[in-house]
Structures are given as structure tokens and as C-alpha cells.
């Protein structure tokens, strides 16, 4: 195992462990190796056989050992009995929103509640309600974070499905005799959130490759076998260090099968049909093996020849979901989707001034290393004090410290932001002589966010209408999986920005991606221009824009669309003109 899976694994036996009621120092200790492991700058293997594991801060002989014979092994039997001791459904209802580890133990001891069922029957018939540490409150949060479950089914987030398919991929790639392997389905579409995994290739040896595909280590359970396609439950862990299952299927089809196959389970099933209807529109049969007319087969090297055999111009995967993409295709409008190399700078990023894990200086030089031209800090304002907000003093000494980093590096200069709080009633977190120190000013919801909808889109609408307010974070307040957003009339909000002159964020943090890609096209319809922003609170967190750029691009939007496609030159200007 590597230094990431290490950590995963101490900090689930930290869960686990007080899952059972473990002294809590014992606990934290696997939380701190675990950082500390994660944090290394050298690769763990060598450090296990070179025998330098108690030089690691928090590593004493008994974790020494442990870490040891997960990176020898690959496994724990300590590990295994702990999981094998812990229902699945404690760790299930961890997943609902405010319910740690020691509210689970409670309501098991209290209750034997042990998994969601029994949750969400002990809680209609009000028997959380009252315990100690649960209020009424309380109690309907847990119903209805069980209903969102219950609507998000198994799904994970995109960036927990692309870690775990690339693993795959990697796998299966370097088999000897693959020609050809493709992600499919949703993931290779970007969306949001994942059911499963979908792979097809072109194999000179299907059964050697099914063989290696349900032997993988991540396999939990094997769901079918066979020479053309086969099934497997993956165990594996998302960045919170949950673990959770995915399925994964794969497919093996013949090399000349593999353009209409790829297509086929690309989906969406929407666009396949539409695809299907064009096709016999021209005399045509399409399936996920060919494409056919009376007495004779039409051939395709590729998806691009596909769709010329169609008339089409080629529908890049993240628009195929039969929302008018075809007959822009056929009529040679679609857009020219903007890509991950046009952006040239970012502005929603956090440093230690308030919550970030990183200095200023680290994170502009990190934002240098992906290529950036140019970065914007926005820590919080001072009524986020969970986050530590920066008071008007700090906000100066911070500027200082932009200004002095400004003049050491050279190709990447740092904006003056600032992620400013709206109020409950519209009022920003700051006065205006302090809102005219910032270059520019991202404005966000953080706090009441269950106002009805009118009250709430009033609150947003006026904050929107302040002259220094420059874009609108994260519009709907949406975290995936976990909450729906606040109740907003969000095309109000968008005509209003539109008027106003204002950006709307794409929140690339694949937490929240926010807005969704149907409201990139009607922003883009009403002539918006938006901002691809990744909410980084780390250094390794700026490169989240790449989910940005997947919403954006399923959004239909080209790179005329989004302000941080511009030059410095052109930023600054427009800063300035908006001052």
C-alpha cells in the first residue's frame, strides 16, 4: 500500500475504534500517524524498509508495526477484526450530515440502532427525540437527511469515482494484449455524481483480462464472470477516509465493434435513442455493435466517423444528453467547449489568514506550478468565525504580506480578494471603506440558510446590487450527497447578475459544484459571464478547476464565457472598470 491508503486505513481504525467506545487518546493517536503519514514528503515503502518509521512524529511500536505490514502485506488483521466487529450500518449512518461517530455509539447502546431502517423508524416514532445530546431539532435533521439518502441512493461524488477508476485503469492498461480501453458511461459524460464505474476495451486475450479484472484487490464481491463481460463490486474510500462500495462492469468487444460500443455506453439513454431515430430516419439500424443498412455494414474507426455517418458534426460526451445537442450538430452550431488549458487564474482560494491549510506564498506558488498566470485570495470575513474571518485590522496586515509575496515572485501575481459573508438581511460583513481595499469581492451564503425562498432570494438580490460585490459564490449553498441546496429562485438571481453586471461562480470543489450545468446555460443564455473558482483550502485542492471546467463544458460553455479565460492585463482592467 501507499502513503494515501495507509492513512485512509489508520484514520477508519480511529472511526472504528471509538465506533466501539475506545479511550479517545487511542483514537486520535491513528488520526495524527495518519496525517503525519499523509504528509510525508518521501515515499513510505522506503521508509518501512529502511527501518525510519519512528522517526515519524505520533509513531510508537505499536503502529509501527501495523503501518509495516500494510505496506508489506497490503492488509491488518487487527483491521479486518474491527470491521468484521462494527455493523456496516454505523458506518452507513455516518454518511447523514452531524452525525459523528459518538452520536452513532449513543443511539447503538441507547437503542441498538444499527442501521438507517432502524434510524428512520426510531426517529418517526420519536424515540430519539429526548436522549441525551438529541434534540427535537436534532431528530428531524436525521429524517431528513435519511430522505435526501434515500434520493441519492448509492451514488458517490465524481471525484471519489474518478480516483477509484483510474486505479482500475491503470490496472488493466498495462495487461499485455489490451488495444484499446475507454471509461464509459456517466463518468466519461462528467456528471456530478457516479452509480458506477463502465469500462470497454478491445482485447486480444478476453479471458485473460476478465481473469485479472475480478481478481483486483479492490474486488469485494464478483458479480459475474464471463468472456464478454463481466461484474464486480469495489470496496474502496472516498477523501473523507469512508469507505463505500461502487459497482464496476467490463466489457470486451471486437476491435471493429468498439466505435458504436463506446458510443452506445457512453449514453446518455436519451441520446442513444435520439441517435437510434436518426439513424432510421436514413434508412439505418444503430446498436452498440454496428451500424447497418439493408445488405450492407458501415464502418467507423472512430466515434467522429460515427456521427459523419450521420450527418453530424462529433457531440463531445459531456453534451450528450439529448438537450438540443444533435440538431446543433446537425446544423454545425454546437460551441466550442471551453477546456482546463484556457484558464489562466482563479480567485476563490483560502490561506491559513482564515481556514486554508496554506500560506500565501505556497499557494500562489502551487497555482504558478499548474500553469496559472494569476491567483485570488478570498479568506472569510469576521462573522464566519468558525473559520476565523479576518477583521478589517487583519485584512491590512494580510495585504501586506499579498503586497511583499507580489514583489518576490515573478510570472504569477496574487489578487487582494475576499470571500464576504451576506447577512441574513442582505447587508455585507464589512463596511464600504473596507470593501474598496479589495480587488475584487466574492459574496456567499454561510450561515440561516433555512430562510423561506423569498426571504432568501431577497437576501441574495441585495447583496447581488452592492457596487463592490464583483461575483456571487456558490448560488444554491449545495453540498453533493449530504444537503440540497437553500430554497432560492435562482433564475431571478441570475437575471438580476445579469443586469448588474456580476459573475456567478462555478464551485469547482467537486463538494459542491455549484452551479449545476443547467444553470451554465441559462446564464449563458441571458448573457453571463461565469467564473470557474475551486474553493481551495489546500494547495492540492486548486486543482479541483478541472471539475469546474466539467461543469462548464456540459453547460455548453466556450471559453468566451468564463471571466478567468482572460489575460492578467484584461482581469486587472476589468477589476478597475468595476471599481
Known amino acids: 500500500m501507499d502513503k494515501a491508503e495507509v492513512a485512509t486505513i489508520l484514520e477508519e481504525i480511529a472511526t472504528l475504534l471509538e465506533l466501539q467506545g475506545e479511550n479517545p487518546f487511542r483514537c486520535l493517536a491513528y488520526t495524527k500517524a495518519a496525517r503525519a503519514i499523509e504528509q510525508l514528503e518521501e515515499n513510505l515503502a522506503d521508509v518501512v524498509s529502511e527501518g525510519r518509521l519512528d522517526a515519524i512524529p505520533g509513531i510508537g511500536a505499536a503502529l509501527r508495526d501495523k503501518v509495516t505490514a500494510l505496506v508489506r502485506d497490503g492488509h491488518l488483521p487487527f483491521y479486518d477484526d474491527l470491521k468484521a466487529k462494527t455493523p456496516l450500518g ?35 416514532a420519536d424515540r430519539v427525540f429526548g436522549l441525551k445530546g438529541f434534540g427535537k431539532k436534532t431528530q428531524e435533521k436525521i429524517l431528513a437527511g435519511l430522505a435526501f439518502l434515500d434520493e441519492a441512493g448509492e451514488r458517490v461524488r465524481i471525484d471519489t469515482a474518478q480516483a477509484v477508476a483510474d486505479k482500475v485503469f491503470a490496472e488493466l492498461a498495462k495487461l499485455p494484449g489490451v488495444a484499446r480501453l475507454e471509461l464509459c458511461g456517466s463518468l466519461r459524460r462528467r456528471k456530478e455524481t457516479i452509480k458506477d464505474i463502465d469500462l470497454l476495451a478491445v ?18 464481491n464478483i ?7 463481466s461484474s464486480v463490486v469495489l470496496e ?14 467490463l466489457r470486451v468487444v471486437a476491435a471493429e465493434q468498439f466505435p458504436f460500443a463506446l458510443n452506445y ?3 446518455s439513454k436519451e441520446h442513444n435513442v435520439a441517435m437510434r431515430q436518426r439513424a432510421i430516419a436514413r434508412g439505418l439500424k444503430l446498436n452498440e455493435y454496428e451500424l447497418a443498412g439493408p445488405g450492407k455494414s458501415v464502418p467507423a474507426k472512430d466515434e467522429h466517423e460515427l456521427y459523419k455517418a450521420l450527418d453530424l458534426d462529433y457531440v463531445e460526451p459531456e453534451l450528450r444528453e439529448n438537450t438540443g445537442e444533435l440538431a446543433a450538430a446537425a446544423e454545425h452550431h454546437l460551441p466550442k467547449l471551453v477546456e482546463l488549458s484556457d484558464l489562466v487564474g482563479t480567485f476563490h482560494n483560502h490561506t491559513t489568514w482564515s481556514d486554508g491549510t496554506n500560506s500565501v506564498e505556497e499557494m500562489a506558488k502551487a497555482a504558478k506550478k499548474l500553469g496559472l498566470k494569476y491567483l485570488g485570495l478570498a479568506d472569510h470575513s469576521p462573522s464566519l468565525t468558525i473559520a476565523n474571518g479576518l477583521s478589517p485590522e487583519r485584512v491590512r496586515q494580510q495585504h501586506i504580506e499579498i503586497d511583499a509575496v507580489n514583489a518576490k515572485l515573478k510570472g504569477m501575481h496574487i489578487f487582494k480578494g475576499i470571500e464576504c459573508d451576506i447577512l441574513a438581511d442582505g447587508a455585507l460583513d464589512y463596511d464600504d ?8 469581492v466574492v459574496a456567499s451564503v454561510h450561515s440561516l440558510m433555512n430562510q423561506p425562498e423569498a426571504e432568501m432570494t431577497a437576501r441574495i438580490l441585495k447583496a447581488i446590487r452592492h457596487p463592490s460585490i464583483t461575483m456571487l459564490g456558490h448560488a444554491t449553498g449545495r453540498i453533493l450527497l449530504r444537503r440540497d441546496g437553500y430554497k432560492i429562485d435562482l433564475d431571478k438571481i441570475l437575471k438580476a447578475a445579469a443586469e448588474h453586471g456580476t459573475l456567478i461562480e462555478i464551485n ?20 453571463l459571464q461565469l467564473v470557474i473558482n475551486p474553493d481551495a483550502h489546500e494547495t492540492a485542492e486548486l486543482a479541483n478547476l478541472r471539475f469546474g471546467i466539467d461543469v462548464a463544458r456540459r453547460g455548453w460553455l466556450e471559453k468566451k464565457d468564463v471571466f478567468n479565460t482572460q489575460s492578467l492585463a484584461e482581469v486587472t482592467a476589468a477589476f478597475a472598470r468595476r471599481k
Open 90 to 124: 454505523l458506518l452507513q449512518m455516518l454518511r447523514l450530515a452531524g452525525m459523528g461517530p459518538k452520536k452513532v455509539k449513543a443511539l447503538f447502546d441507547l437503542l441498538k440502532i444499527d442501521d438507517l431502517a432502524k434510524l428512520k423508524a426510531a426517529c418517526e
Open 203 to 220: 482485447s486480444e486475450d478476453p479471458t485473460t483480462l476478465m481473469a485479472a479484472f475480478v481478481a483486483m484487490p479492490m474486488v469485494k
Open 223 to 229: 458479480v459475474g464472470q464471463g468472456e464478454t463481460k
Open 236 to 249: 474502496a474510500f472516498d477523501s473523507s477516509r469512508k469507505r463505500f462500495f461502487i459497482n464496476c462492469d
Open 265 to 267: 455506453f457512453t449514453g
Open 433 to 440: 471603506e473596507t470593501l474598496a481595499t479589495f480587488d475584487y
Open 508 to 527: 469547482a470543489s467537486p463538494h459542491r459544484l455549484d452551479i449545476d450545468w443547467i444553470h451554465c446555460k441559462r446564464a449563458k443564455a441571458l448573457g
